[in-house]
């Protein structure tokens, strides 16, 4: 039977915390974008859904990551496509690249959009 979600515990997912996006360690200094993670916005609701079931696999509606460097501009493209509704709160989790490699497939209009790579997981 092919695999349908991977669960949280092996891929380590986590909220990175918004103080970091901020402050400290986070977004605003240079990193390399490879750093081991790859990175998922959601809204919170659904975050806490991925933090408690893990995250679906389907070729139909794959989740979209990107490397570190990719989050501001998907931060800033969300900020900017809901101003109209202005409750909605985003999360940044976080997960080990390594546990989702091989069922990564390269999205190349959002990584020309960010300027960061992006990929579809969707258990290629």
């Known amino acids: 039977m092919p695999r349908t979600r991977f669960l949280p515990d092996?891929?380590?997912?986590?909220?990175v915390p918004s103080s970091t996006l901020v402050h400290g360690s986070?977004?605003?200094?240079?990193?390399?974008s490879c750093d081991g993670f790859l990175y998922l916005v959601a809204p919170l609701e659904q975050a806490e859904n991925f933090l408690l079931d893990g995250l679906p696999l389907n070729r139909r509606t794959p989740l979209?990551?990107?490397?570190?460097?990719?989050?501001?501009?998907?931060?800033?493209k969300l900020a900017e496509d809901r101003m109209d509704t202005p409750g909605t709160q985003d999360v940044v989790l976080r997960?080990?690249?390594?546990?989702?490699?091989?069922?990564?497939e390269p999205e190349p209009d959002h990584?020309?959009?960010?300027?960061?790579?992006?990929?579809?997981?969707?258990?290629c």
């Open 10 to 15: 092996e891929l380590r997912l986590s909220i």
């Open 26 to 32: 986070g977004l605003r200094r240079e990193r390399s």
């Open 64 to 76: 979209m990551l990107t490397e570190h460097t990719g989050i501001p501009p998907w931060l800033a």
């Open 95 to 104: 997960l080990r690249r390594i546990m989702v490699e091989d069922a990564l």
């Open 111 to 123: 990584s020309a959009e960010f300027a960061s790579p992006c990929y579809l997981l969707c258990g």
